[in-house]
């Protein structure tokens, strides 16, 4: 037992050591322009599923769906997000920044979120997501507010009239 215990302890030092020989290398790249790896992208995902699956508020929206919340949403937007997340315009209004970042963040009015649940985009929204551009915005926006976005992603492609226009007027 003593020597079977040894055995497994060695395995899991040596393995240790590998992966940091490995790390150390500079054969994993850490540069925001190469194309990233299966492995990388299926824990990444895994774990950002995971994390909104147990963390991310269920219920619905305490903010109503009014003209007045998605023009308030529409205005949030504009101020924090058109700059990597993009206009109305969808693809073609990738800013420069948004183009250089590695994930690059999707622009919303082409690469929907309208069908994720809207405690998703809260908890994405409040908290940010690890080693990705996308800041947490707790300490500079009101959960109100954070949901108010929240409520306007939902809604980004079925827009009344009124919120509608003032989405088309978003610039980044
Ligand atoms: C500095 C750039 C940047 C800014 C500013 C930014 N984001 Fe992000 N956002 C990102 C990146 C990068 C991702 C992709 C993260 C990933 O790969 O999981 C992202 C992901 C998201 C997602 C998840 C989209 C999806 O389904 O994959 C939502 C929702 C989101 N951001 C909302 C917002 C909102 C709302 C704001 C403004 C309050 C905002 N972001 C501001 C960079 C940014």
């Known amino acids: 037992m003593r020597g079977f215990i040894a055995g497994v302890v060695t395995v899991i030092v040596v393995g240790l050591i590998c992966a940091y020989g490995l790390l150390q290398s500079g054969l994993i790249p850490a540069n925001a322009d190469a194309k990233p790896?299966?492995?990388?992208?299926?824990?990444?995902?895994?774990?950002?599923?995971?994390?909104?699956?147990?963390?991310?508020?269920?219920?619905?929206?305490?903010?109503?769906?009014?003209?007045?919340?998605?023009?308030?949403?529409?205005?949030?937007?504009?101020?924090?997000?058109?700059?990597?997340h993009g206009t109305a315009a969808g693809e073609a209004s990738a800013s420069p920044i948004a183009k250089g970042l590695y994930p690059a963040p999707p622009q919303l009015?082409?690469?929907?979120?309208?069908?994720?649940?809207?405690?998703?985009?809260?908890?994405?929204?409040?908290?940010?997501?690890?080693l990705t551009g996308m800041p947490s915005w707790g300490g500079t926006l009101s959960d109100q507010q954070i949901w108010t976005l929240a409520l306007f992603l939902k809604h980004m492609d079925k827009l009344p009239p009124g919120p509608q226009a003032a989405w088309k007027q978003v610039r980044n």
Do not use: F, M
């Open 37 to 84: 790896g299966g492995l990388e992208l299926w824990a990444a995902g895994t774990s950002l599923n995971a994390t909104l699956r147990t963390a991310a508020p269920k219920g619905p929206n305490p903010v109503a769906l009014t003209d007045a919340n998605l023009l308030e949403g529409v205005k949030l937007y504009g101020q924090n997000c058109a700059l990597c």
């Open 109 to 130: 009015a082409s690469e929907g979120v309208e069908d994720d649940p809207e405690g998703a985009s809260y908890w994405r929204i409040k908290h940010g997501v690890r």
